[in-house]
């Protein structure tokens, strides 16, 4: 399974950006999709996650702001933030759980400016 993230960019306190993370290869059972982020000097942190498609999770941090969701024809999850804050800035990964196993996306960095 391969991920790659994209959407990730330059936003002003308050905007918003949709990432998304398109997955290829065998994607056949991935039951999991998550969104991690990572700031500068700081843990890797969940974001959000989708299980099965159906129920989701998300850090308390980001809760009423952000949605995940995905598109099961496409093989793709999408994180919608929305009222973007200074400390949402960081690098944003996918990921991906199938039978298992793990499988992460390169990062797409997200910085919010004033």
């Known amino acids: 399974v391969q991920l790659q993230a994209s959407g990730g960019g330059l936003v002003q306190v308050g905007g918003s950006l949709r990432l998304s993370c398109a997955a290829s290869g065998s994607t056949f059972s991935i039951n999991v999709f998550s969104w991690y982020r990572q700031a500068p000097g700081k843990e890797r942190e969940l974001v959000a996650l989708?299980?099965?498609?159906?129920?989701?999770q998300y850090a308390e941090s980001v809760k009423g702001r952000f949605t995940i969701s995905t598109d099961n024809l496409e093989n793709t999850v999408y994180l919608q933030m929305n009222s973007l804050k200074f400390e949402d800035t960081a690098v944003y990964y996918c990921?991906?759980?199938?039978?298992?196993?793990?499988?992460w996306g390169k990062g797409t960095q997200v910085t919010v400016s004033s």
């Open positions: 990921y991906a759980k199938q039978n298992g196993m793990s499988y």
């Open positions: 989708i299980l099965s498609g159906v129920t989701t």
